[in-house]
């Protein structure tokens, strides 16, 4: 498999982020409170400070169209 890049611009909650090209991406073996509590809320900041608007790569391991 080949490395892909894109940006990503919306984050979904703290282990998953919407691309700029629409695909949604789910971090693989990361778990997070329910973006509804606090916990959850700190989790998805934290992942907007690491990733928002920034040059990510990722490989998929599986697709699942919704």
Do not use: C, H
Request: glycine content about 4%.
């Amino acid at each position: 498999m080949s490395l892909k890049r894109a940006t990503p611009v919306e984050i979904i909650d703290g282990n998953s982020f919407r691309l700029r090209t629409d695909a949604i991406i789910v971090l693989n073996g990361v778990e997070v409170p329910d973006k509804t509590t606090s916990e959850g809320q700190k989790a998805m900041e934290k992942l907007a400070e690491l990733v928002l608007k920034k040059k990510v790569e990722y490989e998929t391991t599986e697709w699942t169209p919704m």
